[in-house]
């Protein structure tokens, strides 16, 4: 099988947050990694400037 | 008088006015449970016993010349997150199933409780609230009462099936990124998913919890303000719950929309759907709204929120997913491992995103007051339904219904789903959306719409 452009980062962090993930769950795995990582890809389009803090606090 | 078709708020007045007791009202809902529930799967527990109980209890309140609330003989239901007392919280996963029962009743079901509702029993959901479809692989799909091959929607799907099915009137659900506005309109009800820390999430498992809220749904614009006002206030057990008064909805309801601007969402909202398009121009139309408006960047806000959803929530599951991956649910499993590994700074982006686009929407509420979107893409998928095609590409189900609710609960907007019916057959919703704590102008809006028989939540044939 290819090797996957996230398989070594999944071994990584599996192993960084004590997460270990089985044979049959890889695939999807790397598929909701991939799904993130384009998402990831859009958010990182917006221009931001270092002034723009979280804030997940709403007033009108 | 207490069919399936009568109104909660029909029932308090014809139990307050003695016509027919609590305990009629809530024998008659127990047999409409027991005999068309198992078509739709929308219950997971019936609290008879409390049922009976609390009926009583309004009947003895009645008969001692006591206010017996509000919602006096109203019976009701939960989604299975919220905490029932003596009742195990399931939250739709069966590792939950294995946790003691509740010691004490959720916030809302508590207030609901005071305002005399009866509770019924608990609904199925999704698993964790992760998911648009309640196909869930512990407890089996909820069924759509419209079509019961079709899907009820979620994550709140048994919450919705079973007030379309008319098993009770009222239910509660939760709407992290459209587990409200999903179901209702994917089964034909109005549900509000009101502003972010507007009503107490006390006792309800959480999920994504700067992103979770609580809310209603009903059949019919009063039912669901009435419900909303009675669980409105302040509680220590939320840290998000606001501290403002409450703004009880119903005592405006009939000021109509004069005064009231309202948009067309445009960009992201403008989905290639003829039914979706249908719906939000019947809607348009009968609100003389012309103007468009744009919510910049939506997209990209619909992805930060799948990026926070995905970290927090499977932060919130990190210890099971160690321990015993294989007992989730396949449909929440892996979104929830890769989540857990999802880059800090992924999430920290999406976080500040976030606060930009709540300064850009809120300029929007400036020239606008209520804002008109689609509540899904289309009408319910089939149980079982992997693919559809949105915007001329074939993609998953279940991620994409959210993809018109997600960039607005995302900045915690209150909104009203309000059911159309553009092909007669099945309901797609109509998101109403207001500026944050705004809630009863988006009811309005909702109530006009109902009274000029634009939008209506008939219960759904054969039941």
Redesign the interface.
Known sequence: MAKHRFDD??DA??AL??????AE?RP??????E??A???A?????A?DRE????????? | MSGAQTSALEIAATVRARRMSATEVAKAALARIRANDPRLNAFTAVTEERALREAADVDARIARGEDPGALAGVPYAVKNLFAIAGVTTLAGARIEAETPPASADATAVARLQSAGAVLMGALNMDEYAYGFTTENAHFGPSHNPHDLARVAGGSSGGSAAAVAGGLVPLTLGSDTNGSIRVPASLCGIFGLKP???RLSRGGAFPFVA?LDHIGPFARSVRDLAAAYDALQGPDARDPACTERPAEPALPVLDQGVAGLRVGIARGHFLPEFAEAQAAVATVAAALGAMREVEFP?A??AR??A??IT?AEGANLH?AT??RR??DFD?AT???L???????AA?V?????????Y?ERV?EVFREIDIVLAPATPCVAPLIGQEMMMLGGAEVAVR?NLGVFTQPLSF??LPICAVPVWPGGRLPIGVQVIA????EADALRVAYTLERAGVVSAPMAAGF
């Open positions: 980062y999944l962090a599996a947050l004590r997460l270990p993930i089985a769950h999807g795995v790397l598929l909701n990694l799904r993130l384009a998402m990831a859009l958010v990182e389009g917006a931001l723009t803090e979280p804030a997940p606090v709403f007033r009108s | 502003t972010y820390g700067s960047e997209a990209r992805a930060a799948f990026l995905a990190l997913l160690r991956p294989g396949p499993r892996d979104r491992l890769a989540g857990a590994m999802t880059p992924w920290l982006r999406a976080q500040q995103f976030r606060r930009w709540r809120l991620p900045i915690g500026a944050p704590w705004r």
